[in-house]
């Protein structure tokens, strides 16, 4: 079974409006990541967040860590319509391994 | 990403027939990753690399086999395929001393 699960599976919002994605995971992680995937292409890499961290920011993102309740958000403020594509939370284990499970996604559409 | 490189990128085989995907970077990393996506269930981890010779089993590695005989390559083979295995496949890479992973463009494979 997958070791994230994003929620809501799929977001329909407005140009301008913030954007809210949830992960949850089941065991303990040495970081969080978070991807992008435009329809149907590889996936890119959008920010990394360390167990030991709470809070990142990287431009119009914001990427939260709870790993008491094993758990993730994604904030997308002022979204814009080249915002639409699918967002992944993957999750590194500890150990030195890179290895990543990657959650179902959330498909976000951004209307103009 | 340029610097993950798939191919085919796109292919149609019949049942039964061995296929092989191949995967090549120019990255340096030495560890290298299969995944399969299907609608709605994200990404799921075939198998992985972390040297040369190194191979190690994912979340569904039954059905393929891989190939690392250099740094540079990781080759997915299907010796037998079957219409199950028709989706969309994605390479990936990452380092030692980082957890990003890079994506190759996919192959998407039809099994008839």
């Known amino acids: 079974s997958q070791q994230g699960e994003e929620d809501p599976q799929a977001l329909s919002i407005q140009e301008g409006e913030n954007a809210t994605m949830n992960c949850s995971y089941k065991?303990?992680?040495?970081?969080l990541q978070w991807y992008r995937q435009n329809s149907g292409r590889g996936l890119v890499h959008l920010i990394l967040?360390?167990?030991?961290?709470r809070e990142k920011h990287s431009g119009r993102l914001r990427v939260t860590l709870d790993t008491s309740k094993k758990s993730s958000s994604l904030l997308i403020t002022a979204s814009r319509a080249a915002d639409t594509a699918s967002y992944f939370c993957a999750t590194g284990f500890s150990g030195g391994y890179n290895k990543l499970i990657f959650g179902a996604g959330t498909r976000l559409a951004v209307h103009p | 990403d340029a610097d993950v490189t798939q191919t085919p990128r796109n292919r149609i085989t019949k049942t039964g027939k061995r296929i092989m995907l191949e995967c090549s970077q120019t990255?340096?990393?030495?560890?290298m990753y299969w995944y399969r996506q299907d609608p709605g269930l994200g990404l799921r981890l075939i198998y992985y690399?972390?040297?040369?010779?190194?191979?190690n089993k994912g979340e569904i590695s039954d059905g393929y086999s891989v190939s690392r005989q250099a740094q540079a390559k990781f080759s997915l083979s299907l010796e037998s395929a079957i219409p199950n295995q028709t989706a969309l496949y994605f390479c990936?890479?990452?380092?030692?001393?980082?957890?990003?992973?890079?994506f190759g463009q996919g192959t998407r494979l039809t099994v008839v």
């Open positions: 065991t303990s992680i040495n970081n």
């Open positions: 690399s972390f040297d040369v010779k190194d191979i």
């Open positions: 967040i360390r167990s030991n961290e």
């Open positions: 990936a890479t990452s380092d030692q001393g980082s957890a990003q992973a890079f």
């Open positions: 990255k340096g990393h030495d560890r």
